[in-house]
């Protein structure tokens, strides 16, 4: 009886083992990431007009979009049927989704039918490729 599933395994290429090195490195050292964040929180306080004024336009919205891991807005295109159907989804939405869409369909000027909300994912699906437009909205209100 020959237990193949038991033989040795090859070793890892170079790049795995690098990468897992320097990831277990970062994880050892938190004290130089906690003296840049200390850093950066002292100098926060020296210049509170530029830090204060995005965050004061965002809070009087009724809606929050977070943006994504690598730190652009959540605003995705999709075709379906084919490619015939073209949809542009917005993600990462917290607060009240009614208040975004009638803004979005205000500022796109577009109907009921063409700007409809998910509410089991809490996305924002728009008919057509409108990312860029979707975008100047989204910046215009600083997010």
Do not use: C, W
């Amino acid at each position: 009886m020959y237990l193949s599933f038991l033989r040795p395994l090859a070793l890892p290429r170079a790049a795995t083992v690098q990468r897992f090195l320097s990831t277990t490195a970062t994880i050892r050292t938190p004290r130089s990431s906690t003296t840049t964040e200390a850093a950066a929180t002292t100098s926060a306080p020296s210049n509170p007009s530029s830090q204060a004024a995005p965050v004061a336009t965002t809070a009087a919205l009724p809606y929050l979009i977070k943006r994504t891991a690598s730190n652009s807005l959540p605003i995705y295109l999709l075709r379906k049927r084919g490619g015939n159907l073209h949809q542009t989804k917005l993600r990462k939405i917290e607060g009240n989704l009614k208040a975004l869409r009638a803004e979005l369909q205000a500022a796109l000027e577009l109907g009921d039918k063409d700007v409809v909300i998910n509410q089991l994912t809490k996305q924002i699906i728009i008919r057509g490729h409108r990312k860029p437009e979707v975008a100047k909205f989204l910046e215009e209100r600083h997010f």
